[in-house]
């Protein structure tokens, strides 16, 4: 079945550095969510992006969607303490969620 | 407050044992999930239901039941035929044909 690779797994920064996880799939994607799970907690719902090439922002936070559609990326800026969790990147395929392993963000205050 | 709850936050199980898992959701959604997450992994779909009586298996269905008779309720079953069971289970609701799942606190299930 269709795969979404994310990379890197983990990510160790310092509070005020930027953070960078990508996504990728070797077909087209019809679309890419964007999930956050705290420690011990479960996912949340951040963004999805369906049109190539889309960018949305939140705050601190960057979406991307290649003009391909076959990668997808998530930048913070300037990452604080609360950012600290796991990413994921999400292909919905009708309803069934297929997930990136995820890259778990570690904050050093 | 509307919402999903899943009970219990930690559940034991003995070998050869069957556990029931429970969620709930108030929001009116139609189509509920149920997820496994293996520690350091991302989620995968065991069981999913977009209508009550009816429901899918998911990628890793072997070794678990479901069974969604009410709109609210969507219990999962881990039988003793699932043989690594151990693992955080999640479980989610959507508006059917709506893009966005909402997710439960989980219940972490451990193998005595």
């Known amino acids: 079945g269709q795969q979404v690779m994310q990379i890197p797994q983990y990510q160790h920064v310092q509070e005020g550095e930027d953070f960078t996880t990508y996504c990728n799939s070797s077909t087209t994607l019809s679309n890419i969510q964007w999930y956050k799970q705290r420690p011990g907690g479960h996912p949340v719902f951040l963004i999805q992006?369906?049109?190539?090439?889309e960018v949305k922002k939140q705050k601190r936070l960057t979406f991307q969607f290649g003009e391909a559609k076959k990668n997808s990326s998530l930048h913070i800026t300037a990452t604080q303490t609360t950012d600290v969790g796991t990413y994921f990147c999400v292909n919905n395929q009708g309803g069934k969620l297929i997930f990136g392993q995820g890259t778990e963000l570690s904050v050093k205050p | 407050d509307g919402g999903i709850t899943q009970s219990p936050k930690y559940l034991f199980r003995k070998e050869g044992q069957n556990v029931t898992l429970s969620c709930e959701q108030n929001?009116?959604?139609?189509?509920m999930y149920w997820y496994r997450q293996d520690p350091g992994q991302g989620l995968r779909l065991i069981y999913y239901s977009q209508i009550v009586n009816d429901f899918q298996k998911g990628d890793i269905a072997e070794g678990y039941s479901v069974s969604r008779e009410k709109k609210e309720s969507f219990p999962l079953t881990v039988t003793s035929a699932q043989k690594n069971p151990t693992a955080f289970y999640l479980c989610?609701?959507?508006?059917?044909?709506?893009?966005?799942?909402?997710f439960g606190p989980g219940t972490r299930l451990l193998v005595l």
């Open positions: 992006l369906v049109k190539s090439g």
């Open positions: 989610a609701s959507s508006i059917t044909g709506e893009e966005t799942q909402y």
């Open positions: 929001l009116n959604h139609d189509a």
